[in-house]
């Protein structure tokens, strides 16, 4: 029995996401401009290549290749959940996923159409107003769906009752393929389309072919390689007549598939590769044979090449060409996370994170610093071009004189997590180190610089995240859930913890953690405003006027403009999810005319750059006082070139 069709008009597009839209309470004059300059996205579901210069992919982001650099366009702070992409030109197209279809017109990318509840799994396009769609409706207990996009409408058609269906590919407009769960298969003729007998149980995952009767299809038992029953994968052709089974075997899914002036690739788990050449599948190296979870998704022939670009769960985007094939796009490290950054000025910068290499800013655009002394590092700070500080795993400590990395001598091996440099030759750094027993708690170190050596000054009884100095007896470290005061003889511990602080004076200073930020007067720590969701912040910039920035988890910016904090960027109500992409953990400002550059770090290897003008701090008798230090207390160091605000502020995390 055929279901009725769902109807929904691309004049929804009101209450679905937006792009580069300013958040309620924001003023249209304050408005900024976010953009990627590095990475920004982590999985990759579909691609769509018009050239060696100019590509597409998407999944937790819409991404872009200029010849260049691949990276994230889309606004969104949050986790996209798109599963396709196709492209009728170079500027038009369409890209699809979970409850939306997001329109490609005139090279820009438009508000999208929101489909409530159902989940595009593939788009195939016949012209710009004619395409089909691939679907699962949640709602109802996933049952297989297709979409047809006529105009500007896309509407649901009838179709036999099935399972989810994962692709589709049409012949002509008059004919077409769509393949899906348990071997689902369907065949559109005559303007309908009508269900074919399965021929196996294993979820059909792609569909493509060279002509009406040269077809294949392409799956597997799971859609990763883990456990006895989950190794297992299947290849179908079809001939014109009927579908037969080509391969049949023990091996992880197949994924994709795609053709191109005779030739063909089929991609999987691992980077699994079968090539299709002279009328027959070779089986070749895989790119990584060692993963068994995660799989290359997509697989697509770059226009007029032999070449193929194949992109994987993690973002990894590779070019095969014959038994050959490269990374162009790769995770930074492990972790796939940036940690630390620090911008000296608008053409200076340096970016860290655990397990990678680090990223050098050179004023128009940032590149790879394979400086070894550099990899695997957790956090960079320091006053100047000519004294910058890194610090990372098992204690390693490295120094920038404005010409050469170093690694310097350094008197632990632990962790080190955060640094803070507050003067030449003069700073402290944080780290943990694992307990040699279970039941025994991890420990907390704190080391000192002074006159350029570094040496152990105190052992707490936790892990510390961050350190602060107002003045030589004046040190603030920060643990999860508790904080550390130094007051010259003593480390005094208060109930208060978070991951970030910034003091601007001895009586004034922000602190952050899970979410909430609290102010220090002097006395008191007071809570004064929560990010939505809790999100966690991973740091904070402070001026000594009140005026200030914290960038947190799920792309969330906020601005305090001296009185009350608001965002400048994310949305009021983020969905937390373990793939958002774009997870901030670290905030670097620089000063440029009357407005600043906001450089955040995060998730994904994401680095996103962000001009704010600040509008005029309000007159208000809650604003707090721009602070001076007392007559006594030793000056603050005047090394950084940043003058909009005090330079003991937290520079590194």
Not at 104 to 111: I, K, R, T
Not at 188 to 197: E, I, L, M, S
Not at 508 to 514: C, F, Y
Not at 574 to 602: H, K, Y
Request: charged letters at 20%; a negative charge; proline letters at 6%.
């Amino acid at each position: 029995m055929s279901r009725p069709p769902l109807v929904v008009s691309l004049l929804l597009a009101v209450a679905a996401l937006t792009f580069g839209r300013a958040p309620a309470g924001r003023s249209a004059s304050e408005e900024i401009t976010w953009n990627a300059e590095w990475g920004g996205f982590k999985d990759v579901e579909d691609s769509a290549i018009v050239s060696e210069t100019d590509a597409w992919a998407v999944g937790s982001s819409i991404v872009h290749f200029d010849g260049q650099k691949w990276r994230a366009v889309n606004k969104e702070p949050y986790y996209l959940g798109l599963k396709a992409i196709d492209l009728i030109s170079p500027t038009q197209g369409w890209a699809v996923g979970w409850e939306r279809a997001i329109p490609f017109v005139d090279g820009a990318w438009m508000p999208a159409v929101s489909l409530p509840g159902v989940m595009l799994h593939d788009v195939e396009l016949l012209s710009a107003s004619e395409a089909w769609a691939a679907a699962e409706i949640r709602e109802r207990r996933t049952t297989g769906a297709i979409f047809r996009l006529e105009g500007a409408t896309w509407h649901e058609v009838a179709v036999p009752p099935v399972g989810a269906l994962y692709d589709l590919w049409t012949v002509s407009a008059e004919e077409g393929w769509a393949v899906g769960s348990s071997g689902t298969m369907l065949h559109y003729k005559d303007g309908a389309w009508t269900q074919v007998a399965s021929i196996v149980e294993d979820d059909l995952l792609a569909v493509a072919g060279t002509g009406p009767n040269d077809i294949w299809a392409v799956g597997g038992s799971a859609w990763d390689c883990l456990g006895a029953d989950a190794t297992h994968r299947v290849m179908l052709h079809y001939d014109g007549q009927r579908w037969s089974v080509t391969l049949s075997e023990d091996e992880c899914a197949l994924h994709d598939v795609v053709f191109q002036d005779g030739r063909g690739w089929a991609v999987g788990v691992g980077g699994s590769r079968l090539r299709f050449d002279g009328g027959q599948w070779t089986e070749l190296e895989p790119i990584d044979p060692s993963e068994r979870l995660g799989a290359f998704n997509t697989v697509e022939f770059i226009p007029g090449q032999s070449a193929a670009l194949t992109a994987d769960y993690a973002g990894r985007i590779v070019r095969m060409d014959g038994d050959a094939f490269v990374d162009l796009h790769a995770k930074l490290g492990w972790f796939s996370e940036l940690t630390g950054i620090r911008m000296l000025d608008a053409s200076h910068g340096w970016a860290v994170g655990p397990g990678a290499p680090a990223l050098r800013y050179n004023g128009s655009g940032w590149e790879r610093d394979s400086t070894p002394v550099l990899q695997d590092m957790a956090d960079i700070a320091g006053p100047a071009m000519d004294d910058l500080w890194a610090v990372g795993s098992l204690g390693r400590i490295a120094h920038f004189d404005g010409t050469t990395w170093s690694e310097v001598p350094s008197p632990t091996d632990v962790h080190l997590e955060s640094v803070e440099i507050t003067g030449a030759g003069d700073g402290w750094a944080v780290g943990w180190r694992l307990p040699s027993q279970r039941d025994q708690p991890i420990r907390g170190v704190v080391l000192r610089l002074e006159n350029g050596v570094w040496r152990r000054f105190w052992e707490a009884p936790e892990r510390l995240m961050a350190i602060e100095q107002v003045y030589s007896d004046d040190v603030w470290a920060l643990t999860s859930q508790a904080h550390w005061h130094f007051d010259g003889r003593e480390w005094q511990k208060g109930e208060l913890g978070g991951r970030t602080i910034d003091m601007v004076s001895p009586m004034l200073g922000w602190m952050a953690g899970d979410g909430s930020i609290y102010r220090y007067d002097g006395v008191t720590w007071t809570l004064e405003w929560t990010f939505p969701a809790g999100a966690q912040v991973g740091n904070l910039v402070m001026n000594s006027n009140g005026t200030g920035w914290a960038a947190a988890w799920y792309g969330l910016v906020a601005y305090r403009d001296g009185v009350a904090w608001r965002l400048i960027r994310g949305q009021e109500n983020p969905q937390p999810s373990d793939g958002v992409p774009n997870g901030f953990r670290d905030l670097d400002v620089v000063q440029i005319g009357e407005g600043v550059d906001l450089w955040a770090a995060g998730g994904a290897d994401s680095i996103l750059h962000g001009r704010h003008h600040p509008l005029a701090i309000p007159t208000t008798s809650g604003a707090p006082p721009t602070m001076t230090p007392a007559a006594t207390a030793p000056p603050l160091p005047t090394a950084s070139p940043i003058q909009l605000y005090l330079p003991q502020a937290d520079r590194g995390g």
